[in-house]
């Protein structure tokens, strides 16, 4: 029994050391392996120095070409708010919507840059008349000849845009998806909106900018008090023409007085009384046609959106340039990135495209 022990434990002891010496061995010629990978790439590299060179010096020169290309652009900023204040009501009445928050006539802050750019919209700020350059032109035109290089002015004048025929209709589509690219509209939780214009230029960046905040302004106060101001202007033509129908009674009842004076008839107290009776009608509606118009003026002033402009742009504005030597960098790497990707390929072939080769005819 202790010999078979000792054979078997012997055994399993060789056995152990045969083991261990060929992972040994494993692990030196993976290592090997490594090396030697490792050195004729870099035999690869040391051949070929001259050649990967080239692509470095391109990718640096074409940086730099581009850098030297490219034009700097400025932004123009606007911040804003929209009031939260209400005008005091005096007098009874039912006015809980004055209590309600003027943003909720701004509608969704998200859609905001959807609604400057359709067609209505985007058209009162693009056929007004601005100052550019020391030339008062439609906005449209002065954007036509600072992209496109126009020299005289396209658009002549402007109906609708359904009245577009179909040339001039295009460029205006153009016209605002180009200026769509310019604008970028944020907002934060404490509901402060700005609105960033970046172009190549100075000039043209500030007057797109206010423009742009004064045709947003136009258009979310009409969209707000659309209805309010109807009922203003109905009530306000209405109260003209009372006060014209009362002074009208009023003369014929002083009239009446004067011709009728010292006469005591039936006929005669009976024009008096109607002349009296149509004047204090005229008086009362014109009274309540009053009140009703200050009601409705109130009304209007709570629900249109205050803006209040916290920052505006000023020359000089913000230039933006991107760095050189960072874009020189980018395209160094971008050299020596091809420039490993030749050594990767040369080693391919040297190992494994006469395998790939031999793969191919015997499929």
């Known amino acids: 029994m202790d010999d078979i022990d000792k054979i078997d434990i012997d055994s399993v002891s060789s056995d152990g050391q045969e083991d261990a ?17 490792v050195k004729e790439l870099y035999g690869i590299f040391k051949s070929y120095a001259i050649l990967f060179v080239v692509p470095i010096v391109i990718a640096g020169l074409f940086a730099v070409y581009k850098a030297r290309q490219e034009k700097p652009t400025y932004s123009a900023k606007i911040t804003f708010f929209l009031s939260e204040e209400r005008p005091q009501v005096v007098g009874s009445g039912s006015f809980s919507n004055l209590l309600q928050s003027t943003n909720i006539s701004f509608g969704n802050p998200k859609k905001l840059k959807e609604y400057s750019f359709t067609e209505k919209v985007g058209s009162k700020m693009l056929f007004k008349k601005y100052v550019f350059r020391g030339k008062e032109d439609f906005l449209a035109n002065h954007y036509l000849r600072l992209i496109s290089g126009y020299n005289k002015s396209y658009f002549k004048e402007f109906t609708s845009v359904k009245d577009m025929s179909i040339p001039d209709y295009l460029v205006f589509k153009q016209i605002l998806m180009g200026l769509r690219s310019m604008v970028a509209i944020d907002y934060n939780e404490a509901e402060i909106y700005s609105i960033t214009i970046e172009t190549s230029d100075e000039e043209f960046a500030k007057l797109l900018c206010e423009g742009f905040y004064e045709n947003l302004i136009d258009y979310y106060i009409e969209r707000a008090t659309r209805k309010a101001k109807i009922t203003v202007d109905f009530l306000e033509e209405k109260l003209a023409y009372v006060k014209a129908q009362l002074e009208n009674s009023e003369f014929n009842l002083a009239d009446y007085k004067d011709k009728a004076n010292n006469l005591v008839t039936f006929k005669a107290d009976l024009n008096e009384t109607r002349y009296i009776r149509n004047k204090a009608l005229l008086e009362g509606l014109y009274s309540q046609t009053a009140t009703a118009l200050e009601m409705s003026k109130t009304n209007l002033q709570s629900i249109m959106p205050l803006f ?6 000023h020359l000089p504005l913000l230039m933006n340039t991107v760095s050189t030597w960072k874009r020189i960098l980018m395209f160094i790497f971008l050299g020596v990135f091809i420039d490993l ?13 006469g395998g790939f080769k031999t793969l191919i005819k015997e499929s």
Do not use: M
Not at 341 to 353: E, K, Q, S, V
């Open 21 to 37: 010496s060929s992972g040994g061995l494993a692990n030196d010629d993976t290592v090997k392996g490594i090396i030697r990978v």
């Open 308 to 313: 209040q402009s916290i920052d505006e742009p």
């Open 341 to 353: 990707f030749i050594i990767a390929l040369i080693y391919t072939r040297r190992h494994y495209w």
